[in-house]
């Protein structure tokens, strides 16, 4: 009964699966069991007090009703002075809104502009919801490959060779999401340069992880690099992930205005405005100043390099040292063919990404859910003592197959 009515739309996406391991962790540890989740893209800090202080004020204030869809005057004005201060973009009120999620946006974009018969150029390894996101839309995801010899990052030649005359969009994601490579200015020329000869092509930019980059590593968005393609960039970001605001759900995007201007109307028909509350929450994390996140790139940084030492011991395993995000994406190729204490042989990083759960009670993600097989997405950003351990466990759990 369920599938007549179920809209055809339906069968084209799939639940996230960073979502699906986020509700077995729970299950097991509703269950008893002492899961470590190192699938979960999310910091374990806590948002900065002076930012929580901001919200409760607007609650005591009583600032808890509907505002403008795309956002609050004060917070526009923020959203402009941050992408002028940090990105040296000029934008006006018009070509900037605030949603419910940096998510949130990316999807209302995709939804005014893609139809079928077009297609999305994905660079993969891709966050898991990219493909999806652009298959409710009604187009046509062009996944193009990316290689772990090239950094994981798109080259020029392989964007040129993608490109058709139905291509709508290119999403580039950097810091990137599974793999924290960081596009470097040159890089990004590069590709700038084989864009402005496909005027045809809007470009998404997708920051979110901006302010997680590692030295020598330096951040830079495609819309400083080549100006002229400013009228086709939208240049999404947040506060989820560099201010430890992911329950907040406040993301912000900057492009041309008739591109805000549609996302603005899908706003206003599904969402309407993102909360009051945490909207001025948000006014203070973008003005007030940011000095924590040096703090917390230095702590991230040692779990980086406590993770890449955990790989190092582990036969089978690999990984580069990623630059940006929280993440390590670490080749298990090794791994296929062997056999667990229980018999049973790994045949994919989907095969290991269960070995790992069962046997060690760690929680990962198959590098499959992002594109990319056989490989595992580690995200490292949990309190160290639990870092430590998790550690342990996947060394123990590792030396036990034959």
């Given at each position: ?50 930012i929580k202080q901001a919200g409760i004020a607007a ?101 040129a060779a993608a490109i058709i005359p139905a291509t ?64 086709r960039i939208l240049t999404v970001n947040g506060v ?163």
């Open positions: 009964m369920s599938a007549e009515f179920t809209a055809p739309r339906m069968r084209r996406v799939r639940p996230s699966p960073t979502a699906v391991i986020s509700d077995r962790v729970r299950a097991l540890s509703d269950a008893g069991v002492d899961v470590i989740n190192l699938g979960e893209g999310e910091l374990d800090f806590d948002t900065p007090e002076h609650i005591v204030q009583g600032d808890t009703k509907y505002t403008a869809v795309a956002g609050t005057a004060a917070l526009k004005q923020a959203i402009i002075s941050k992408f002028s201060r940090e990105n040296q973009l000029g934008y006006q009120p018009n070509e900037v809104i605030a949603g419910s999620g940096a998510k949130q946006l990316i999807f209302n974009a995709l939804l005014a502009t893609v139809s079928t018969g077009k297609e999305v150029i994905i660079p993969a390894p891709y966050w898991v919801s990219y493909p999806d996101m652009v298959s409710l839309a009604d187009g046509e995801p062009r996944i193009v490959p990316c290689t772990e010899e090239n950094g994981w990052k798109l080259q020029a030649a392989d964007l709508r969009w290119l999403i580039l994601n950097s810091p990137n999401n599974p793999t924290g490579a960081v596009y470097s200015a040159e890089e990004l020329r590069a590709l700038a340069d084989v864009l402005l000869a496909e005027p045809h092509v809007l470009i998404m930019a997708d920051d979110i992880y901006e302010h997680i980059c590692h030295p020598p590593a330096q951040f830079v968005t495609l819309a400083q690099v080549e100006p002229r393609l400013n009228d989820s992930k560099g201010y430890s605001m992911t329950g907040w759900r406040i993301g912000y995007a900057g492009g041309p205005a008739w591109l805000i201007s549609s996302m603005q109307v899908l706003q206003s028909q599904s969402t309407s405005n993102a909360s009051s509350i945490s909207q001025a929450a948000t006014v203070v994390a973008l003005e007030q100043d940011n000095g924590f996140l040096a703090e917390w790139r230095a702590i991230l940084d040692t779990r980086r390099q406590k993770m890449m030492a955990c790989i190092a011991q582990i036969d089978g395993l690999s990984a580069d040292l990623p630059p940006g995000a929280f993440y390590v994406f670490a080749n298990c190729t090794g791994m296929l063919g062997k056999t667990t204490p229980k018999g049973l042989t790994i045949g994919s990083d989907v095969d290991f990404v269960e070995y790992l759960l069962d046997a060690a009670h760690v929680a990962t993600l198959q590098g499959s859910a992002f594109g990319a097989s056989p490989y595992l997405r580690i995200a490292y950003a949990i309190d160290d003592e639990r870092l430590d351990e998790a550690c342990a466990r996947i060394i123990h759990a590792c030396a036990a197959l034959s």
